[in-house]
């Protein structure tokens, strides 16, 4: 039997298609092994429980199915967010001597945690962050904490060593949150079986040194959301001073240290200089008592955004305005979604199949109404174990005092050095975005549908660096300017199309806004090609935004329906054909079909920012209506590989265009996720375009 293989499975094939190769890490109650998948031929990470034997039958059940139902949680949060280890499977599997125990398989992951990163940049004297810097970076695993929260799900075990950081922690890395549902088990098999001992010091369902006072004790009240702010909130002055919030060798002294109201764990407590606003954002997130701290992640970290000078994230809250520290406190758009999943049903194939939701017809076609990785990483959240290269990590009772080793039980592991990703030797500052753009944090979501029209799928993950947005799209006022300064093409007051008739000329030239330019001044710009699009973004010292970019400002990570979340589309939220548009339709002899039977009281396009309800969560107003917006990705089909920021087709026939317009008349032209395309010379009406950089 393979060393460290106590359940005897390394050599089995599990459910037929995962072939288990080697341990690679082993808490109190569950052992990860690498495994790979058959018909895939990638590595995953089975995380299999094992049932203790001094647990009763009936516990012993109760405990199993627990952990099936917290895998169940976990593949739901996973298929929400990619800022979540990712969910693969669950199962049953039969162990020698007749034991039955459950298995979830995870995606294998390539880095270190943030434990080791911190360690390491310690260990090599790097500066510390900036509060933006810190925010921007944990930007991923906040939203996915804020997620879990709305869905009244608390994780009680937020650590370092359950931040997983992906690529280069001071450049364009991004973060993952591990270890769901565990603390739970890991909590009602204490209850269980008694207090445990192992010799890496006392088990806990959560980690002594990111503890919030009620973990310690019940005294201060039951654990929730607001636990979890607690334990964010350390990590951030950890980040930002460089050591453990939280002071003390051992479990009581870090039980003290965590409740003891005269001295707070707030940065300038130790020693940072911050801002009022950041230090007085954290030190409500450490408040002793529950109900002083922010209540969810979303509300802290919206709090913390606004006091770095960052847009707050729409969505991430309950509709209650969060208090901010009186010099930042600004009002907050109560109007956002539901929790959103990808849209169901829908047409299947591409092509007008079906009244309801079709691609756009022909008529609307032709005028559109419009850094190597130096790990391998599993996470076992369970006895503080992490495992970086092929060696597993032991971070003991209290992770972060030094630099992470090997145990010698795990040095003849096959497997690259241990040691965490190595940042570069200076922190280039991010600059702030110019006025008129909105800050996007990047991270990982879902791109495209599985559920939508056939050039939507398929959903593949991606992972963006940060990047700026404009809030609106390009006026009529903000293009004429580079336009009479020469430095821009004039904007067409014609419409120019293969094969456009003279009927069409004289019906829509008219809507070509700069036709007038006083009158419709802050109106969206259109009539212009990609390349006049192209060459205004970059005179602005910015350019067209990618596809994926277009796609992720628009609809954030949570896998949303529509920008606002999954409520359908309404007047108030967009600008689409109404009343309005199968009135003016009417009366210039062409049919308009509603997409709703309300007038949004614009005929044709409308000033931007009309629309504010329907912003998305970081606030970019009419992502979709108005007018569909060209992007600098040459149409492809998708593939279903995970891909890094990326850029498209190689080179083609047609650009891609996103959003639909003042005239679109199904809802599905105006997911996120649907997408079209369009010669790049045309000048139509219902295209305009805004930037990115």
């Given at each position: 039997?393979?060393?460290?293989d106590?359940?005897?499975?390394?050599?089995?094939?599990?459910?037929?298609?995962?072939?288990?190769?080697?341990?690679?890490?082993?808490?109190?109650?569950?052992?990860?092994?690498?495994?790979?998948?058959?018909?895939?031929?990638r590595?995953v990470?089975?995380?299999?429980?094992?049932?203790l034997?001094?647990?009763?039958?009936?516990?012993?059940?109760?405990?199993?199915?627990?952990?099936?139902?917290?895998?169940?949680?976990?593949?739901?949060?996973?298929a929400?967010t990619?800022a979540?280890?990712?969910?693969?499977?669950?199962?049953?599997l039969?162990?020698?001597?007749?034991?039955?125990?459950?298995?979830?398989?995870?995606?294998?992951?390539?880095?270190?945690?943030?434990?080791?990163?911190?360690?390491?940049e310690?260990?090599?004297?790097?500066?510390?962050?900036?509060?933006?810097e810190?925010?921007?970076?944990l930007?991923?695993?906040?939203?996915a904490?804020?997620?879990?929260?709305?869905?009244?799900i608390?994780?009680?075990?937020?650590?370092?060593?359950?931040?997983?950081?992906?690529g280069?922690a001071?450049?364009d890395?991004?973060?993952?949150?591990?270890?769901?549902?565990i603390?739970?088990?890991?909590s009602?098999?204490?209850?269980?079986a008694?207090?445990?001992?192992?010799?890496?010091?006392?088990?806990?369902?959560?980690?002594?040194?990111?503890g919030?006072?009620?973990?310690f004790?019940?005294?201060?009240?039951?654990?929730?959301?607001?636990?979890?702010?607690?334990s964010?909130g350390?990590?951030?002055?950890?980040?930002?001073?460089?050591r453990?919030?939280?002071?003390?060798?051992?479990?009581?002294?870090?039980?003290?240290?965590?409740g003891n109201p005269?001295?707070?764990p707030?940065?300038?407590?130790?020693?940072?200089?911050?801002?009022?606003?950041?230090?007085?954002?954290?030190?409500?997130?450490v408040?002793?008592?529950?109900?002083d701290?922010?209540?969810?992640?979303?509300?802290?970290w919206?709090?913390?955004?606004?006091a770095?000078a960052m847009?707050?994230?729409?969505?991430?809250t309950?509709?209650?305005?969060?208090?901010?520290?009186?010099s930042?406190?600004?009002?907050?758009?109560?109007?956002?979604?539901?929790?959103?999943?990808i849209?169901?049903?829908?047409?299947?194939s591409a092509?007008p199949?079906s009244?309801?939701d079709?691609e756009?017809?022909?008529?609307?076609?032709?005028?559109?109404?419009?850094?190597?990785k130096?790990?391998?990483?599993?996470a076992?959240g369970?006895?503080a174990?992490?495992?970086?290269g092929?060696?597993?990590?032991?971070?003991?009772?209290r992770?972060?005092?030094?630099?992470?080793?090997?145990?010698s039980?795990?040095?003849?592991a096959?497997?690259?050095?241990?040691?965490?990703?190595?940042?570069?030797?200076?922190?280039a500052?991010?600059?702030?975005c110019?006025?008129?753009?909105i800050?996007?944090?990047?991270?990982?979501?879902?791109?495209?549908s599985d559920?939508g029209?056939?050039?939507?799928?398929p959903?593949?993950?991606v992972?963006?660096?940060?990047?700026?947005?404009?809030?609106?799209?390009?006026?009529?006022?903000?293009?004429?300017?580079?336009s009479?300064?020469?430095?821009?093409k004039?904007?067409?007051?014609t419409?120019e199309?293969?094969?456009i008739?003279?009927?069409e000329?004289?019906?829509?030239?008219p809507?070509?806004?700069?036709?007038?330019?006083e009158?419709?001044g802050?109106?969206?710009?259109?009539?212009?090609?990609?390349?006049?699009?192209?060459?205004?973004?970059?005179?602005?010292?910015?350019?067209?935004?990618?596809?994926a970019e277009?796609?992720?400002?628009?609809?954030?990570?949570?896998?949303?329906?529509?920008?606002?979340?999954?409520?359908?589309?309404?007047?108030?939220?967009?600008?689409a054909?109404?009343?309005?548009?199968?009135?003016w339709?009417?009366?210039?002899g062409?049919?308009?079909?509603?997409?709703?039977?309300?007038d949004?009281?614009?005929?044709?396009?409308a000033?931007?920012?009309?629309?504010?309800?329907?912003?998305s969560?970081?606030?970019?107003?009419?992502?979709?209506g108005?007018?569909w917006?060209?992007?600098?990705d040459?149409?492809?089909?998708?593939?279903s590989?995970?891909?890094r920021?990326?850029?498209?087709?190689?080179?083609?026939?047609?650009?891609?265009?996103?959003?639909g317009?003042w005239?679109?008349s199904?809802?599905?032209?105006?997911r996120?996720?649907?997408?079209y395309?369009d010669?790049p010379?045309?000048?139509s009406?219902?295209?305009?375009f805004?930037?990115?950089?």
């Amino acid at each position: 039997m393979p060393e460290g293989d106590a359940l005897k499975l390394v050599g089995r094939t599990i459910a037929d298609k995962y072939a288990v190769e080697s341990v690679v890490g082993e808490g109190g109650f569950a052992v990860v092994y690498r495994a790979t998948h058959l018909i895939w031929k990638r590595p995953v990470a089975l995380k299999v429980f094992k049932a203790l034997g001094d647990f009763s039958e009936t516990d012993r059940q109760k405990l199993l199915d627990e952990f099936v139902q917290e895998g169940s949680l976990l593949a739901d949060l996973s298929a929400r967010t990619a800022a979540i280890v990712q969910a693969r499977d669950i199962g049953m599997l039969d162990l020698s001597g007749g034991l039955r125990v459950p298995y979830m398989v995870l995606e294998w992951l390539e880095g270190a945690t943030l434990e080791a990163v911190f360690a390491t940049e310690r260990e090599l004297g790097l500066p510390l962050r900036t509060p933006a810097e810190v925010v921007h970076f944990l930007d991923p695993a906040a939203e996915a904490l804020a997620l879990a929260h709305r869905k009244g799900i608390a994780h009680r075990d937020i650590k370092p060593g359950n931040v997983f950081v992906l690529g280069d922690a001071r450049g364009d890395g991004t973060v993952k949150l591990l270890d769901f549902g565990i603390a739970k088990v890991v909590s009602d098999a204490q209850k269980m079986a008694g207090s445990f001992t192992k010799t890496s010091g006392k088990v806990t369902s959560f980690t002594p040194a990111y503890g919030a006072p009620e973990q310690f004790s019940r005294t201060h009240g039951a654990t929730g959301p607001w636990t979890d702010v607690f334990s964010l909130g350390l990590i951030i002055v950890e980040a930002l001073t460089g050591r453990e919030a939280l002071e003390g060798d051992d479990y009581v002294q870090l039980a003290v240290a965590s409740g003891n109201p005269d001295r707070r764990p707030t940065p300038r407590t130790l020693g940072a200089a911050v801002s009022d606003d950041v230090e007085a954002v954290l030190a409500r997130a450490v408040a002793v008592k529950p109900t002083d701290r922010w209540p969810t992640a979303g509300d802290f970290w919206n709090a913390m955004r606004q006091a770095v000078a960052m847009a707050p994230l729409r969505g991430m809250t309950e509709p209650n305005p969060v208090s901010l520290p009186a010099s930042s406190r600004s009002r907050r758009d109560s109007a956002f979604g539901r929790d959103a999943t990808i849209a169901q049903g829908g047409p299947t194939s591409a092509g007008p199949t079906s009244k309801s939701d079709p691609e756009p017809p022909p008529s609307v076609a032709t005028a559109p109404a419009g850094s190597s990785k130096t790990g391998l990483f599993v996470a076992l959240g369970i006895g503080a174990i992490a495992i970086v290269g092929a060696g597993v990590v032991f971070l003991g009772p209290r992770p972060g005092a030094a630099a992470p080793t090997m145990p010698s039980a795990m040095a003849s592991a096959p497997a690259a050095a241990v040691s965490a990703p190595a940042p570069s030797a200076s922190v280039a500052a991010r600059e702030p975005c110019p006025a008129g753009m909105i800050s996007i944090p990047g991270g990982s979501f879902f791109m495209g549908s599985d559920e939508g029209l056939q050039f939507e799928k398929p959903s593949h993950q991606v992972t963006l660096a940060p990047f700026c947005i404009d809030e609106f799209e390009v006026t009529v006022d903000k293009y004429k300017a580079c336009s009479d300064s020469g430095r821009c093409k004039r904007a067409g007051s014609t419409n120019e199309w293969a094969s456009i008739t003279d009927k069409e000329r004289k019906v829509f030239d008219p809507t070509c806004n700069i036709r007038d330019p006083e009158g419709r001044g802050k109106h969206p710009i259109n009539c212009v090609d990609w390349e006049m699009a192209d060459k205004y973004c970059h005179e602005q010292g910015g350019r067209l935004p990618t596809e994926a970019e277009w796609e992720f400002s628009a609809r954030g990570p949570d896998g949303r329906k529509y920008p606002w979340g999954d409520d359908d589309p309404a007047a108030g939220r967009m600008n689409a054909c109404g009343k309005e548009c199968v009135a003016w339709g009417a009366k210039n002899g062409v049919e308009e079909k509603a997409m709703y039977e309300v007038d949004d009281g614009f005929a044709t396009t409308a000033p931007v920012g009309s629309f504010p309800k329907g912003a998305s969560r970081y606030g970019v107003q009419d992502v979709v209506g108005n007018v569909w917006e060209w992007v600098a990705d040459w149409y492809g089909p998708y593939g279903s590989a995970e891909e890094r920021d990326p850029k498209g087709a190689p080179q083609g026939d047609e650009r891609v265009i996103r959003g639909g317009s003042w005239n679109g008349s199904y809802a599905s032209w105006v997911r996120p996720t649907f997408r079209y395309k369009d010669t790049p010379a045309k000048r139509s009406y219902g295209i305009g375009f805004r930037c990115a950089r």
